[in-house]
Nanobody, 124 residues
Framework: QVQLVESGGGLVQAGGSLRLSCAAS????????MGWFRQAPGKEREFVAA????????YYADFVKGRFTISRDNAKNTVYLQMNSLKPEDTAVYYC?????????????????WGQGTQVTVSS
């Protein structure tokens, strides 16, 4: 099983950008599909983006299409989330997740392993 550690969160003004990273340790990173989720205060955790083991396929929630990009570097055991044109409603704790299987539709139950999260705050 992999262990996941997110980084790169912070405070940014609306319209700005951030790049989140998720470093994985443990078993072979390339055996895992990777996802990003977020959870705002008082709301349920929601799917943001996912990438398959080889990076060949990516999936996005409708509300981030055209603004966020997920990518992975299997040589560095890292998955990234590039977030552009950030909005105040993007404010949340962002979580990295991993799973060997890819259970569609993608949701919280699709991933078994989770990181601790990184806070992203977008000011207006």
């Amino acid at each position: 099983q992999v262990q996941l550690v997110e980084s790169g969160g912070g405070l940014v003004q609306a319209g700005g950008s951030l790049r989140l990273s998720c470093a994985a340790s443990g078993r072979a990173f390339s055996n895992y599909n990777m996802g990003w989720f977020r959870q705002a205060p008082g709301k349920e955790r929601e799917f943001v983006a996912a990438v398959t083991k080889s990076g060949g396929s990516v999936y996005y929630a409708d509300f981030v299409k055209g603004r966020f990009t997920i990518s992975r570097d299997n040589a560095k055991n890292t998955v990234y989330l590039q977030m552009n044109s950030l909005k105040p409603e993007d404010t949340a704790v962002y979580y990295c997740a991993a799973d060997r299987a890819l259970a569609l539709p993608l949701g919280v139950d699709s991933f078994a392993t989770w990181g601790q999260g990184t806070q992203v705050t977008v000011s207006s």
